[in-house]
T-cell receptor, first 113, second 110 residues
């Protein structure tokens, strides 16, 4: 298993600004994922962030808007750049320590005004 | 895109009732997970099923993986208010590609 923490847990931001979300894992993991979720809805994968390589973005998500860092095997950041109200969502990181089981952080609730 | 359809999308039942949530796809998965998510928290893994036809029980929850590994079901017996939450299935392919279902929001009324 893995224990994941995210910072901040929630934030209210002005449009046009940027927010960096941190994800910390209690063990070394190769695979880390970033998701977006509207309240009560399913998860949409933004990108896969593997240490030692550039993040791989899903269709509809680009690096300029959602730059990701993965400096080591226990940490990653996702930046939501030039925010608009449409970026208001819950942002979740997850890891796959081994096998095919995924563990999630508690999420970051973002409201853009 | 590997689509996982869950049904029903919303479910509101009285405490003590039984219910079944379905997760269907046209794709074959190497494993399938079920998660429950409560408001303000991230999804929490309930179970992973890997073998076609496999049945796993977790107290009042029974999970089944279809024989062809394309679908799954979650059955809850004697639902309790603590079962309230968003239930998500997720199919995995070898190589750790995960595809999440559309979600089922369950409300159990005391």
């Amino acid at each position: 298993s893995a224990v994941i923490s995210q910072k901040p847990s929630r934030d209210i931001c002005q449009r046009g600004t940027s927010l960096t979300i941190q994800c910390q894992v209690d063990s070394q993991v190769t695979m880390m994922f970033w998701y977006r979720q509207q309240p009560g809805q399913s998860l949409t994968l933004i990108a896969t962030a593997n240490q030692g390589s550039e993040a791989t973005y899903e269709s509809g998500f680009v690096i300029d808007k959602f730059p990701i860092s993965r400096p080591n095997l226990t940490f990653s950041t996702l930046t939501v750049s030039n925010m608009s109200p449409e970026d208001s969502s819950i942002y979740l990181c997850s890891v796959v320590p081994s096998g095919e089981t995924q563990y999630f952080g508690p999420g970051t609730r973002l409201l853009v005004l | 895109t590997q689509l996982l359809e869950q049904s029903p999308q919303f479910l509101s039942i009285q405490e003590g009732e039984n219910l079944t949530v379905y997760c269907n796809s046209s794709s074959v998965f190497s494993s399938l997970q079920w998660y429950r998510q409560e408001p303000g928290e991230g999804p929490v893994l309930l179970v992973t099923v890997v073998t076609g036809g496999e049945v796993k029980k977790l107290k009042r929850l029974t999970f089944q993986f279809g024989d062809a590994r394309k679908d799954s079901s979650l059955h809850i017996t004697a639902a309790q208010p603590g079962d309230t939450g968003l239930y998500l299935c997720a199919g995995a392919h070898t190589g750790n590609q995960f595809y999440f279902g559309t979600g089922t929001s369950l409300t159990v009324i005391p």
